[in-house]
């Protein structure tokens, strides 16, 4: 009697898996599916979900097959701090003449560079037309947006992640995030310029390409728990294959690097001219 309770919390777990391996559709056409989503699979009289996918996926996957998905899970748990934050050493800093609006730093911020304000007049300007850096701007923003579209797309038409199977645009939802420690990091950034306005310091802010890494400690813990969830969720998506890794590798350098020209050409708009 002291071990049928145990038994009997995991019976509901241990039919739900079975009920779903008998209804899997065959195992061939599942195993290997690049870009085919769960919904596109014949689940037997009951309506198929992302979890019974994942199962049927995962549970007719002979050995082989599950130590690759391991490995691409791995690559996968790599793209959010390579292609935000490795892949952009001491390019992420800015400099600008001034302070940014509050608005526009946070996005700044959030698309991963660090504006750095130089006092004085900045030598070097690429673009002294703020016209031309608005209409780059635009343009930018509609190449951004467009690699959120391949985003979705991809994330909807390939495998889900484990942390949310029922939601579709996760890692999507990941990148738009970045807005909070990003006006964490701006709250925290004015507090230190108004400090540095009453002391006696400069008033250049100090270039650090690491985001957060000169600020306090709320700031760091912030930009910390982000890019842990996304290697979370990047590595919890399930059953990566090899093209699907590719792809997934070349929308998340189209999604890190229009959105770094876009915080450039915000950066171009605004600065004050040299």
């Known amino acids: 009697m002291a071990f049928s309770f145990p038994l009997y919390l995991l019976l509901p777990l241990l039919v739900t898996v079975t009920s779903a391996q008998s209804t899997c559709p065959d195992g061939e056409e599942i195993i290997y599916s690049p870009f085919r989503p769960w919904f596109s699979f014949d689940y037997g009289p009951e309506p198929g979900d992302c979890w019974k996918a994942a199962i ?5 996957a002979d050995p082989a097959r599950n130590q690759q998905f391991a490995a691409t899970a791995l690559v996968m748990g790599l793209l959010p701090m390579v292609f935000r934050d490795i892949a952009w050493p001491e390019r992420r800093v800015v400099l600008v003449s001034s302070p940014l609006p509050t608005l526009a730093e946070v996005v700044v911020r959030a698309l991963g560079l660090e504006p750095a304000v130089k006092g004085g007049s900045i030598a070097g300007a690429a673009l002294r037309s ?3 850096a608005m ?3 635009f343009a930018s923003l509609f190449a951004l947006l467009a690699s959120y579209a391949g985003l979705a797309l991809v994330e909807i038409y390939s495998k889900r992640t484990a942390l949310g199977c029922v939601y579709p645009i996760i890692a999507l939802t990941w990148c738009l995030v970045s807005v909070i420690p990003a006006a964490i990091h701006v709250v925290f950034e004015s507090f230190r310029r108004r400090g540095v306005k009453k002391g ?3 008033g250049d802010t100090r270039a650090s390409a690491v985001q957060g890494g000169d600020q306090q400690w709320p700031v760091q813990i912030s930009w910390g ?3 842990i969830i996304g290697t979370l969720v990047y590595t919890s998506i399930m059953a990566v294959t090899p093209l699907e890794l590719f792809v997934w590798v070349v929308i998340m350098a189209a999604v890190s690097g229009t959105g770094k020209m876009l915080a450039l050409y915000i950066c171009l708009m605004l600065r004050s001219p040299a």
């Open 56 to 60: 049927c996926l995962l549970g007719q």
């Open 130 to 132: 703020r016209f031309r």
């Open 135 to 137: 209409v780059l701007a």
């Open 200 to 202: 006696s310091e400069s």
């Open 225 to 227: 728990i982000y890019y």
